[in-house]
């Protein structure tokens, strides 16, 4: 990631290049807090990083005055509580940037290419679903691996270790399941292009889940978090010895892509 701002003063005495070095160290610290959780308030992220409320809003001024991180107003969701929302801060594109190299271009130029010359839109689907598909192995084990009531929790563990930062926790009631969040796409820049990426994951969520699923906002759309509802799930039989539903099914079917991705890529918000 590029260093993010440089120290404002000195105290007399300190050695300047060295506070510098820990003035950027700890910016970079809460950068990465909000790409590892999503957009954040000054008190959450003083809490993760151990630092004071006063300390974590003078490098998000800052991190804000470099278009790494922008304030936005926290989104609510079901019943709003009396008084103002909280503000939060979210990475910038340019913030995203920052923290891996981007072969974005290129990629958007093949997935063109590929649209182009071999079929239009059904092609880029073909390679969509193939791209989710090489990663069906790994996914699939660490899902059937858990209990039934943890299935959602090991996708989020496998999703993080190829670089989605993913959590899950309880959807907000009255809703009954959970909410997946990927706080982090490594493919953001190209699905803003080529949805059909971001339907194809979440065609692959309902099927290794067993369940039909809702893409509730994107990173691709312009949301700070990739967030997919998962409803709650009545064990039957089948998952109470261990087994995934769609388990020995190679294929998305069509049926999921048209019930389960109607909303990929998209906010209905």
């Not at 891996?100 to 239009?120: H, N």
């Not at 839109?121 to 969509?128: P, S």
């Amino acid at each position: 990631m590029k260093n993010v701002g440089e120290a404002q003063e000195a105290p007399t005495g300190a050695p300047q290049e060295e506070l510098a070095t820990g003035e950027r160290s700890t910016r970079n610290r809460v950068a990465r807090s909000i790409l590892d959780h999503g957009p954040s308030t000054v008190t959450e992220l003083a809490g993760r990083l151990g630092l004071t409320p006063a300390a974590v809003r003078r490098h998000l001024d800052a991190l804000v005055a470099d278009d790494v991180v922008a304030p936005r107003e926290q989104r609510v969701y079901g019943a709003r509580t009396r008084g103002r929302p909280a503000k939060v801060f979210a990475l910038t594109d340019c913030g995203r940037d920052a923290f891996d190299q981007s072969y974005d271009k290129l990629a958007v130029d093949a997935m063109r290419w590929i649209q182009e010359q071999f079929g239009g839109d059904e092609a880029v689907v073909a390679f969509a679903r193939a791209r989710i598909a090489a990663q069906t192995v790994a996914y699939r084990a660490a899902v059937e691996a858990a209990a039934p009531e943890e299935r959602t929790e090991a996708l989020a563990k496998a999703l993080s270790a190829d670089g989605y930062a993913a959590t899950a926790r309880s959807a907000p009631l009255p809703h009954k399941g959970e909410q997946l969040c990927q706080h982090h796409c490594p493919v953001a820049h190209v699905a803003e292009q080529f949805p059909q990426l971001c339907e194809a994951e979440t065609e692959f969520f309902a099927q290794l889940l067993g369940t039909h699923v809702q893409r509730l906002a994107t990173i691709a759309h312009g949301d700070g978090v990739c967030t997919t509802f998962i409803p709650k799930v009545e064990h039957t039989a089948d998952h109470k010895a261990g087994k995934t539903p769609t388990a020995a099914s190679p294929k998305i079917s069509r049926t999921t892509h048209n019930t389960s991705a109607s909303t990929a890529g998209r906010n209905p918000a």
